[in-house]
């Protein structure tokens, strides 16, 4: 899909197509940013050991918890970039635009300077197992050094998708994991002169990657002409425009505190884990890198569903929102559900890509039969959600996903340990998923469907 298109304009085309023409480059894009991340793990746990591999998942609650300020922050623009964008006024697609970007370059500074002053306290409180500790803190302080990079690099495509565009993050991604997958090895042997820098390889590779990609983004998006491309109007509206921030802050702000919700709790199951061992660790790392996979389309659904929505209030068709949101669930169902049966049947086989030593295959392999299912359930609730946030109705569903994570998720995960060890860590997430979609789905059905939908914007 180019910059310049607009789905919605095309009425002659089924809904489920256009889903596709926006999901197809999003899906690839969320691919290779986890195969990046699989990759670095695989060349982590083959070439330097099971206990660096959870020296290195350690940490993916901590940086997560970064990541979802920034999240928020590209929900709730590009929210409302959809809108102007489906209004056709370019010029407010670019105000606010500015007005993200930098509030995201000042928190990724800010991240960088708190997460690299306090990481050995951060994975102390943690309880990070002492044999794993100082290869976790080495690799933890310097991905804390890459934050502006890696959040500027997020929020940036965020909001290219909020015009429509899925193919830009696309290409920029195959750059960045294309440097990162070349160099992690590198770093690690030392090939071509290059430094060995043992477990902090990958971080090392992340940082130039990001470079790389945000490089190529300024010169490719000023080539093309694209809608948000760093021109001198872009630079002029590079500030924080009260206005602009309040809307963002209003529709970001609770995206942010529920992705920080969820990142705190698994914060707290990852010190639940830490408990039983550094093979619990390495195992939980793992098993995320499968999920993540599978959660891809989920993700991208929502995300589509929501841009879509967004797009069709800025032109004036509010009453489309209910295809937009059938569609969704019904792409959930069968995308999704189709790599839940792939994940069940290559288990073992996806398992052993990260891990080699025997016994923590097998405990693994059990904890993703326990909660691979419920990915399909993760996705329905997050369409819901995702098509709400399109009109502004942010406030309720997350109440509701905070309130699951908080209040079911984390007391589960601590009761269930107790009675079922390891195993019940990962009960808790289909209990949790199932209780969100069903409060999602009574507050969409009964309440959010009978509110007047109107611009933001």
């Known amino acids: 899909m180019t910059a310049n298109a607009n789905p919605l304009s095309l009425p002659a085309r089924p809904l489920w197509r256009v889903f596709l023409m926006f999901l197809g480059p999003m899906v690839l894009s969320n691919i290779l940013q986890g195969l990046s991340g699989t990759l670095n793990g695989v060349f982590i746990g083959q070439m330097l050991g099971t206990r660096a591999l959870a020296a290195v998942a350690g940490m993916f609650p901590v940086i997560f918890f970064f990541i979802a300020l920034v999240i928020g922050i590209g929900a709730g623009a590009s929210v409302l970039i959809g809108q102007a964008w489906g209004a056709r006024e370019p010029q407010k697609v670019k105000s606010i635009a500015g007005t993200a970007l930098a509030l995201g370059l000042l928190l990724g500074l800010g991240v960088a300077l708190f997460g690299g002053t306090f990481t050995d306290a951060l994975l102390r409180a943690l309880g990070t197992p002492a044999d794993i500790l100082p290869e976790a803190t080495s690799y933890a302080r310097v991905m804390m050094l890459a934050m502006p990079g890696l959040l500027v690099f997020i929020l940036l495509t965020q909001l290219m998708r909020g015009v429509g565009d899925t193919l830009t993050p696309l290409y920029a991604l195959a750059l960045s994991t294309a440097v990162s997958c070349a160099l992690t090895p590198a770093f690690i042997r030392g090939w071509a002169g290059l430094p060995k820098l043992g477990v902090t390889s990958a971080a090392a590779a992340s940082i130039v990657s990001f470079i790389a990609a945000l490089g190529f983004l300024a010169w490719y998006m000023?080539?093309?002409?694209?809608?948000?491309?760093?021109?001198?109007?872009?630079?002029?509206?590079?500030?924080?425009?009260?206005?602009?921030?309040?809307?963002?802050?209003?529709?970001?702000?609770?995206?942010?505190?529920?992705?920080?919700?969820?990142?705190?709790?698994?914060?707290?199951?990852?010190?639940?884990?830490?408990?039983?061992?550094?093979?619990?660790?390495?195992?939980?790392?793992?098993?995320?890198?499968?999920?993540?996979y599978v959660q891809f389309p989920a993700l991208s659904i929502a995300i589509t569903a929501s841009i879509l929505g967004a797009q069709a209030i800025g032109r004036g068709k509010a009453d489309s929102l209910g295809a937009i949101a059938r569609t969704g669930l019904k792409m959930n169902l069968v995308l999704t559900g189709g790599l839940v049966l792939l994940g069940y049947l290559f288990s073992r086989q996806f398992i052993s890509i990260f891990i080699t030593k025997e016994s923590v295959v097998e405990m693994a392999q059990t904890l993703l039969?326990?909660?691979?299912?419920?990915?399909?359930?993760?996705?329905?609730?997050?369409?819901?959600?995702?098509?709400?946030?399109?009109?502004?109705?942010?406030?309720?569903?997350?109440?509701?996903?905070i309130f699951c994570i908080a209040a079911i998720e984390v007391p589960s995960a601590w009761l269930l340990s107790r009675?079922?060890?390891?195993?019940?860590?990962?009960?808790?997430y289909p209990i949790t998923f199932v209780s969100m979609l069903a409060l999602q789905a009574c507050y969409y059905q009964f309440v959010w469907r009978k509110k007047k939908i109107e611009r933001l914007v």
């Open 369 to 401: 039969h326990i909660m691979l299912w419920s990915s399909v359930v993760f996705g329905f609730s997050a369409t819901l959600g995702g098509v709400m946030r399109a009109s502004g109705s942010v406030l309720v569903p997350t109440g509701i996903s």
């Open 222 to 292: 000023r080539r093309v002409r694209h809608a948000l491309a760093p021109d001198r109007e872009l630079l002029k509206a590079l500030r924080l425009e009260p206005a602009i921030l309040k809307l963002v802050m209003r529709i970001g702000l609770p995206t942010g505190v529920q992705m920080i919700t969820i990142s705190l709790a698994e914060i707290v199951l990852l010190s639940l884990v830490n408990g039983f061992g550094s093979d619990a660790t390495a195992a939980y790392g793992a098993v995320n890198q499968v999920v993540n």
């Open 419 to 428: 009675h079922f060890g390891i195993n019940g860590v990962w009960m808790s």
